[in-house]
C-alpha cells in the first residue's frame, strides 16, 4: 500500500473539521489531498481536475455548509464519470444524494471525532485493499525517531484488522512501535492511529 492518492471534496468552510478528520490519515503512505489546502498551489478549483482524475477514492464531505458551493456535486459527477469510487462522509441528517444517493458513507459523529475517524479508516483500507487473497492490506506509517541525535526511521505496522483495533481501543491499549537503533517506544491510539507518546529506555 503505496502510491494511492485520495482526493477530499468538501465545503470551504468545513476546512478545520476536515483537518481534524484527516490529520492521522495524512501519516500513511498515500497522498491525501484536500481540495482547500490544494487551491494554494494553483488558481482556481477547476485546476483540480487532475487531482481528482489521479485519485483512488473520492471523500465527499457532506454538511449543511456544502450548500454555498456547487463544486462537491461538481467532483463527485466527475469521479463518478472516471470510474472513482467516491465515500460520503456526512452530518447526521445531511441526505446523500444524487450519484452518492445509495452509497453508505461514514456519518459524522462531531461529539467523538475519534469515531468518525476509526470509521473513515476502516471505509479506506477496504477500498484501497488489494485484489486478490490480501483482504486486509498492511498499512504502516513510517517516521524519524524524535530523540535527540537518533533520526533513525521508525515503523508502525497495522496488521490487525479494524475490529481488532477498536477492541483494543475499547480495552485502553494501545499500539507500539520501537526505534530499532535508540530503543525508544512510540506509543498510538489503535482507533485512530494518532501519536500518544514516547517512551525512552
Known sequence: MTGEQVYVSHAPSDLTLV??????????PFGVHIALEELESVRSRKQLEGRVANSDVVVAVLTEDMAD???IDQEIGYAVAKGIP??????????RRG???DVEGVTIDRSD???????????????????????????????PCTVPDCGHPVTLE??????????LYTHGKHLTASCAACGSTYCFNPATIGFRGRKEV
Open 19 to 28: 483537518q481534524d478528520l484527516f490529520s492521522t490519515v495524512k501519516n500513511f
Open 69 to 71: 458551493t456547487t463544486w
Open 86 to 95: 467516491v465515500l460520503p462522509l456526512r452530518d447526521e441528517g445531511v441526505s
Open 99 to 101: 450519484y452518492v444517493g
Open 113 to 143: 471525532l475519534t469515531v468518525t475517524i476509526f470509521n473513515l479508516l476502516s471505509r479506506l483500507r477496504s477500498e484501497l485493499a488489494p485484489l486478490g487473497a490480501l483482504s486486509v492490506p498492511n498499512w504502516y506509517i513510517r517516521f
Open 158 to 167: 497495522l496488521e490487525q484488522g479494524q475490529t481488532k483495533l477498536w477492541k
